[in-house]
Nanobody, 116 residues
Framework: QVRLVESGGGLVQPGGSLRLSCAAS????????RGWYRQASGNQRELVAT???????NYANSVKGRFTISADNAKNTVYLQMNSLKPEDTAVYYC??????????WGQGTQVTVSS
């Protein structure tokens, strides 16, 4: 069993930055991919970025060049550095760890609001 706890969300002005953190506890032996998703009000949850155990990353086109996903394996923590934030980045951001079997673990979510 894996437990995920996100932090770092908040209110930021357009053009600003935030860094989200996802601290994981439990067994990481079966974890294959870690990542971030987001869900804006009235929309479906969508992929933001992923990182594999070998460090390979993948980003949604809408965040490429602005967001960076990274991981500290010693701390079992995944980060999402978000720069040049736009109002359309406003959403609840969820941490996701996925097993080799494709079973997903989700955090409780953290609200990011980009507004002046």
């Amino acid at each position: 069993q894996v437990r995920l706890v996100e932090s770092g969300g908040g209110l930021v002005q357009p053009g600003g930055s935030l860094r989200l953190s996802c601290a994981a506890s439990g067994s990481m032996l079966s974890i294959h991919v870690r990542g971030w998703y987001r869900q804006a009000s009235g929309n479906q949850r969508e992929l933001v970025a992923t990182i594999t155990g070998s460090g390979s990353t993948n980003y949604a086109n809408s965040v490429k060049g602005r967001f960076t996903i990274s991981a500290d394996n010693a701390k079992n923590t995944v980060y999402l550095q978000m720069n040049s934030l736009k109002p359309e980045d406003t959403a609840v951001y969820y941490c996701n760890f996925r097993e080799l079997s494709d079973f997903p673990y989700w955090g409780q979510g953290t609200q990011v609001t980009v507004s002046s």
